[in-house]
């Protein structure tokens, strides 16, 4: 008797699987979007971030002293990697207009009697402009413009000592004395491609995953076939729970051509094991299906669950703290992010990418992403059985 | 003998409109009941309360011996047509039978013989949504009697139907009346109905008008509709004109 409960119990569940498929494969837009929407987004977040680092940024020099000392200056500033020199203006009031025109990004004004000021060891006040509508211009060029400076900082002062008679391996030894080694670890290149093109693809997968569980409740009581299944008398655990699968392993095979071109063929860093890696998105996977499922259940109709799904979703990849860092946001922005699957899962892939923290470190995102997921599974099924 | 149905004092609102105001009903095993009333009385929702659809205010529904409040194990022996096209609208007409096969427990032989009843095998490989009328009818009424149900709830069966489908299913409802089904059909058309067979197998005719239900025999129904339609007329100075 029991067996033959059971047996109908998995022969219902295979049913309500096997018509789930056909219903996500035949919505042709839904299709469309689950299949290539993620693959579209690392395509073309690849394709932007290819260049990796930024390089040549356009730079304007004025030469107002005309001095061996101060072409010697432009030739420096020329030969670094990061700045790309693209007009020599006369003035500043001409760099000012093509900093304006979007013409060059840092401007920088050598002052007239440059050359006689250095060999006088007296301050030089050399003026560097940098177009700071564009952030990421700016940080990059800022970065490079200090460098510069620094080193030409560093060799007025070894000519300062040399000329109070020290002697030139001393004064370069009392430069020198203090060194500053940068060690970028785990990105060693500053690489935006390893930054960025994986988690705005995952964000990408994330919005399109969310659209489909936003569907899950309302897309069966929203349509008038919902009267047959509730006079079938099917249990409406089993029909979610049978639906419920067929849509997280949808969001996994989905998720796998992504993995694959980002780390086989684009060589994005995984530093952990790939196994752990999709065990991850797998608890993220059920948490996001846990969240979308809470929104259909209270949603008035399929365009309404749409609606709030995508309020959730757009936004979280900023609130994340991936881009601009939580601690750096309001305390009570902080609280409502760490309350979303989506900040536990893209802070765990920034770790499991670059660091491999271990096991230890990973639990408690893996366990808040699971209670995530209990939560609002236990909270859809209170509303959908009330309503 | 006990009923297949038994509802008493059965109240229904939606909002602050009242949908069913005390309505008392009691169908018996192997009767065909009809459920007539114009379109708005409440037919759907009393019928979608007897298939443990929609929850209720007040009042006591049995349907095969269960409380319909406290039990859902009544449904597995029930049978539903809704008035709506509530088949499922992304599968095709096999794929619909197979499904519905697999939830109400139903054999296979069932669904081949449901599938050859009704002239369905060369509609079977359609959308639902590409079906005419009279074959939507049709397969609803077999996804109905897949499981053999001992009651079918049939709303508005045979609306806009061509008369091959109306056949067709006619044929069925009496097949199933002599094997000891019992049925509720809902109808908004008396003047349709009572010149078709099926108003010959219809024991008696509920009659729901302001949220009340009174009980006829089919020949009183008629009676009842044709003086109703005489009064509408002098009420209008058609008859005079």
Not at chain 2, 146 to 157: F, S, T, Y
């Amino acid at each position: 008797m029991q067996n033959k409960v059971v047996s109908s119990m998995l022969r219902q569940c295979l049913a309500v699987m096997r018509r789930e498929v056909y219903y996500l494969w035949r919505d042709k837009g839904l299709r469309k979007i689950l299949l290539a929407g993620s693959l579209l987004g690392l395509l073309v977040f690849y394709a932007t971030y290819s260049a990796q680092v930024l390089k040549g940024i356009p730079t304007a020099i004025v030469d107002l002293d005309c001095s061996r000392e101060s072409r010697q200056l432009v030739e420096d500033i020329s030969n670094t990697e990061n700045l790309k020199v693209v007009a020599n203006p006369g003035s500043f009031a001409e760099v000012e207009e093509l900093i304006q025109r979007g013409e060059v990004v840092v401007g920088v004004v050598i002052p007239e009697n440059y050359a006689k000021s250095v060999s006088l060891r007296r301050q030089v006040n050399l003026a560097v402009i940098i177009d700071g509508s564009n952030m990421i211009y700016a940080t990059n060029a800022a970065n490079t413009v200090l460098a510069i400076t620094g080193t030409i900082n560093a060799q007025a002062g070894i000519k300062t000592l040399i000329a109070g008679g020290m002697h030139p391996d001393q004064a370069r030894e009392a430069f020198s004395s203090v060194t500053f080694r940068e060690e970028p670890w785990f990105n060693p290149t500053l690489n935006y491609a390893y930054f960025l093109v994986l988690a705005l693809a995952l964000n990408v997968w994330q919005q399109c995953c969310m659209l489909t569980a936003c569907m899950n409740i309302i897309g069966e009581t929203g349509r008038k076939s919902w009267s047959l299944l509730k006079a079938a008398g099917v249990s409406k655990f089993m029909f979610f729970f049978s639906k419920s699968i067929v849509q997280i392993a949808l969001f996994i095979l989905t998720v796998l051509p992504v993995y694959y071109l980002s780390f086989n063929v684009f060589k994005l860093p995984l530093a952990c094991s790939f196994w752990v890696f999709l065990l991850f998105t797998l608890a993220f996977a059920l948490a996001l299906h846990a969240t979308g499922t809470l929104v259909s259940s209270f949603s008035r109709n399929a365009v309404n669950s749409t609606r709030f799904g995508m309020i959730i979703a757009v936004p979280s990849f900023i609130l994340c703290g991936y881009t601009w860092p939580l601690e750096a946001m309001p305390q009570i922005v902080q609280q409502a992010a760490w309350v979303l699957p989506q900040t536990w899962f893209f802070q765990g892939i920034n770790y499991l990418t670059f660091k491999d923290p271990g096991w230890t470190f990973m639990a408690p995102f893996f366990s808040a992403l699971l209670v995530i997921a209990v939560l609002s599974y236990t909270a859809a099924a209170l509303i959908a059985s009330r309503s | 003998m006990e009923p297949v149905v038994r509802v008493t004092d059965l109240v229904q609102k939606i909002g602050k409109r009242i949908i069913l105001d005390g309505v008392n009903l009691e169908v018996y095993k192997g009767e065909c009941f009809g459920l007539f009333g114009l379109r708005g009385a409440g037919k759907t929702a009393l019928l979608h309360i007897l298939a443990g659809i929609d929850r209720f205010r007040s009042g006591r529904v049995e349907v095969l011996g269960y409380d319909a409040r406290k039990s859902e194990r009544f449904k597995h022996r029930l049978g539903l047509v809704t008035q709506e096209k509530s088949l499922f609208q992304d599968l095709r007409a096999a794929e619909n039978l197979d499904f519905l096969t697999a939830l109400k427990n139903a054999s296979r032989e069932n669904c081949y013989r449901v599938i050859e009843r009704f002239q369905l095998t060369d509609y079977l490989k359609l959308p639902v949504t590409a079906l005419e009328a009279g074959v939507y009818q049709r397969l609803a009424l077999a996804c109905a009697l897949l499981n053999e149900p001992e009651l079918l709830l049939g709303d508005d069966l045979f609306q806009s139907i061509d008369p091959a489908s109306r056949h067709i299913i006619l044929r069925e409802l009496r097949e199933y009346l002599a094997c000891g089904g019992t049925c509720i059909l809902s109808f908004n058309n008396m003047d349709a109905y009572s010149k078709t067979d099926l108003y010959s197998i219809i024991s008696r005719v509920g009659w729901l008008e302001q949220g009340r239900l009174t009980v006829y025999q089919p020949g009183e129904a008629r009676e009842q509709w044709e003086d109703r339609l005489k009064s509408f007329a002098e009420q209008s100075g058609e008859l005079h004109a």
